[in-house]
C-alpha cells in the first residue's frame, strides 16, 4: 500500500543549528513533493515544491532535496530560531492524481 | 486579498444534527479541497471540486457527508446526523492550479467540529 512517512517523534534541537526533517515514501511515483508548515490551531502554509527532475531546491533558510531513487526528501533548516518551532508536513501528488497526499508530520522544537 | 475563509471556526453539535462547513477560496483558484485531521494525525483527504463539479471524492465517507462548489457562493461540507467520531478539524485549501502543481495549497484556518 502507499505510504508517506515521517519521524512521529519530535525534533528538539538548540537554536543556530541546522534542522534536517525526512520524508519516506513507499508505492508512489509522485511528480512532485511539497512541503508546509503547521502552528496549533492553524491551517497549513505552504513552503516549497520541488518536482521528480530537480535535486534540490533553496529558499532563504530553507533547502529540500528530493532523491526519486531512495524514494525520500529531505527537509533542512539552517540557522534555527525558535521561530521555526512548529510541526512540518511533507506532501506527495502523482501526475494521474488531482491531489494532495500528506504525511503525518514531523514536530520540531528549537530552544534557545 | 483576505485568503481561503472558513466559517464557522468552531462549531458543536449534538448527534444527530447536520453539521455544515463553509469555505471561500482565494480569489481566482478555482480548486478547493477539503482535509480532515484528528488529533496527533496527519491531513486526510475528502474531496477535490471546481466550480460546481466534484472531481475527487475518493477520500469521503459514502453515508451523510457531501461536498458542494456553487457557481455563486462558498463550497460547503455537510455533515448529517453526526456521530462523535466526526469530530475533528476540517481544512479547506485552494489553489489556482490542479493539485497546487505550481504554487501549492492555501490553507484557511479550518473548523474544528465537536460532536456531544
Known amino acids: 500500500s502507499q505510504k508517506i512517512e515521517q519521524n512521529s517523534e519530535a525534533l528538539n534541537i538548540q537554536e543556530g543549528k541546522t534542522a534536517t526533517l525526512t520524508c519516506n515514501y513507499t508505492?508512489?511515483?509522485?511528480?512532485?513533493l511539497q512541503w508546509y508548515r503547521q502552528d496549533p490551531g492553524r491551517g497549513p502554509v505552504f513552503l516549497l515544491l520541488i518536482r521528480e527532475n530537480e535535486k534540490e531546491k533553496r529558499k532563504e533558510r530553507l533547502k529540500v532535496t528530493f532523491d526519486t531513487t531512495l524514494k525520500q526528501s529531505l527537509f533542512h533548516i539552517t540557522a534555527s530560531q525558535p521561530a521555526d518551532s512548529a510541526t512540518y508536513l511533507c506532501?506527495?501528488?502523482?501526475?494521474?492524481?488531482?491531489?494532495?497526499?500528506f504525511g503525518t508530520g514531523t514536530r520540531l522544537q528549537v530552544f534557545p | 486579498n483576505a485568503g481561503v475563509m472558513q466559517n464557522p471556526r468552531h462549531l458543536v453539535r449534538r448527534r444527530g444534527q447536520e453539521a455544515r462547513l463553509r469555505c471561500s477560496p482565494m480569489k481566482g483558484h478555482s480548486h478547493v479541497y477539503w482535509y480532515r485531521q484528528l488529533p496527533e494525525e496527519g491531513l486526510k483527504f475528502m474531496v477535490y471540486?471546481?466550480?460546481?463539479?466534484?472531481?475527487?471524492e475518493s477520500g469521503m465517507p459514502k453515508e451523510r457527508f457531501s461536498a458542494e462548489f456553487p457557481k455563486e457562493g462558498p463550497s460547503i461540507l455537510r455533515i448529517q446526523q453526526v456521530v462523535r467520531g466526526d469530530s475533528a478539524a476540517y481544512f479547506c485549501?485552494?489553489?489556482?492550479?490542479?493539485?497546487?502543481?505550481?504554487?501549492?495549497?492555501?490553507f484557511g484556518s479550518g473548523t474544528r467540529l465537536t460532536v456531544v
Open positions: 508505492n508512489y511515483s509522485p511528480a512532485y
Open positions: 471540486l471546481q466550480k460546481e463539479n466534484i472531481i475527487d
Open positions: 485549501a485552494s489553489s489556482p492550479d490542479r493539485s497546487g502543481l505550481n504554487y501549492g495549497y492555501t
Open positions: 506532501a506527495l501528488a502523482s501526475w494521474n492524481t488531482d491531489k494532495l497526499i
